[in-house]
């Protein structure tokens, strides 16, 4: 069998792996790294629990392969928190009760971190639309929904105290 | 997945030779069709071909009135497009509606349209503007490009590397989405374009095709009362568990009536 070294940044550090072409992001980041809070709830590309981030993107890993993303920066679940302080997203989630098994709650936070960077504003509606990639079997979405909403006004007050 | 081999090209030239010497290769674009059925054990290809690392596919440019769209450029990046925005806010709008947010930054316009899944979006733009698909060796005519389910004019080993639109004087879409996946259960795009006004319709058949009853009555008035009442025959149409072939019918003549609304 073939195998592919891959080399990229995961969560700021420099990572490099013998991989099977066939193997995907998902399973380069559960597997050979032990970062298992990438989740898989589907594996078809529906749910969106395993979220990440490539290149400042949200994408579902577990329909990239390892070889796509060779050379690419990547972010997860445990690179959002600096310095032992939760992402205004995830402390949304918290605060706001965005999650019951939180089976899902890794892809979430990991969507709408992004969303939050592309659109810091977001209306309800396009809180709703963005997350249509991400399925919860729990929460019924509404505290999902305010917990995103929660963080993007903290994330503006944070930019404008910054200024 | 059934193990194969990954090259990641870095020109044309290259990857078109490699398909050629292999023809159980296939070539990977965005992957949101491909690696699904991988994953199925539907295909079984030797090697996947990475067009990811090409130079040059990946782009949007606008030359006079044409708008060109390299075949590895993503949905999020047309949505997201000053130049598409401005020349063509109805392809825009399409992209934008596209599965969801983490399929738009992976899947490509190249993919989709070679896929020509009977439900995707794209086609619909591509034949509804009388676009030019541009590949490594040739130009194909947008009503030679679509010819059956799952089927383009495309030979084996040949590769799109842009989509070339004529600006049309006014343009849209409208779809009734899945709700689940965002496939069009049935999806109108409605175009007045320098050569006549068009129409296509996507989701409902065994592919992307011109309603061409729909084309002359808005040729001979471009406005939503025009298409009033004009049918489009169940007979070729799909029956599925999200919409019988008479629902499909249906459809079609309330969306193109919508799409007409939104621009006349
Ligand atoms: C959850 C989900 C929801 C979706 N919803 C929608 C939707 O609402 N509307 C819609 O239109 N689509 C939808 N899609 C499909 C999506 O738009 C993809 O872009 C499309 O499936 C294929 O593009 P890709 O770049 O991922 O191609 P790939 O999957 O990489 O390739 C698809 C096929 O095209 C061939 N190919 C790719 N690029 C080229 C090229 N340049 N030259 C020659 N051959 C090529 C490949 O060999 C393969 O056979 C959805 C997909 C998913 C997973
Ligand atoms: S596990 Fe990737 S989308 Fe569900
Ligand atoms: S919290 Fe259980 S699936 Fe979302």
């Known amino acids: 069998m073939t195998t592919l070294s891959v080399s990229l940044t995961v969560n700021g550090k420099k990572v490099s792996a013998d991989v099977e072409p066939r193997t995907l992001l998902v399973q380069l980041l559960r597997e050979n790294l032990h970062l298992t809070g990438t989740h898989v709830g589907c594996d078809t590309s529906q749910c969106g629990a395993c979220t990440v981030h490539v290149n400042g993107d949200s994408v579902k890993s577990c329909t990239i392969l390892a070889a796509q993303a060779d050379g690419a920066d990547v972010r997860t679940i445990e690179g959002l928190a600096q310095a032992g302080v939760l992402h205004a997203v995830q402390e949304a989630f918290r605060e706001h009760h965005g999650l019951q098994c939180g089976f899902c709650t890794p892809g979430m936070v990991m969507s709408s971190a992004d969303l939050l960077v592309k659109n810091p504003n977001p209306s309800e509606h396009e809180i709703r639309t963005w997350l249509e990639g991400n399925i919860c079997r729990c929460t019924g979405y509404h505290n999902i929904v305010k917990a995103v909403q929660h963080a993007a006004q903290t994330l503006r007050q944070t930019a404008q105290a910054a200024e | ?264």
């Open chain 2, 1 to 264: 997945m059934y193990a194969f081999d990954y090259t990641r090209p870095t020109s044309v030239a290259d990857a078109v030779a490699t398909l050629a010497s292999d023809s159980d290769a296939t070539v990977l674009a965005g992957g949101m069709t491909l690696i699904p059925t991988l994953k199925q054990r539907l295909a079984q290809p030797s090697q996947l071909v990475d067009l990811g690392a090409l130079p040059g596919l990946a782009g949007i440019r606008r030359e006079g009135d044409t708008l060109i769209i390299g075949a590895m450029t993503r949905h999020a990046d047309v949505a997201r497009s000053e130049i598409v925005a401005a020349a063509l806010p109805a392809l825009a709008a399409l992209a934008d509606g596209i599965g969801d947010a983490q399929v738009r930054h992976r899947g490509t316009i190249g993919g989709s349209i070679v896929n020509h899944d009977p439900a995707a979006d794209y086609p619909s733009a591509v034949l509804g503007l009388g676009a030019t698909v541009v590949t490594d060796r040739r130009q194909i005519a947008a009503d030679d490009f679509f010819t059956g389910l799952f089927a383009t004019a495309l030979e084996e080993g040949e590769i799109v590397t842009e989509v070339r639109f004529p600006l049309p004087k006014r343009a849209a879409y409208v779809k009734f989405p899945n709700p689940a996946s965002r496939y069009a259960v049935v999806g109108v795009f409605v175009a007045e374009t320098g050569s006549g006004v068009r129409v296509a319709v996507t989701g409902a058949g065994p592919g992307v095709f011109r309603a061409g009853n729909f084309e002359a009555a808005l040729t001979a008035s471009f406005t939503p009362k025009a298409v009033e009442g004009l049918v489009w025959s169940a007979d070729d149409l799909n029956s599925d568990m999200h919409a019988s072939a008479g629902y499909r019918a249906h459809l079609i003549g309330v969306l193109a009536k919508r799409a007409v609304a939104t621009i006349a």
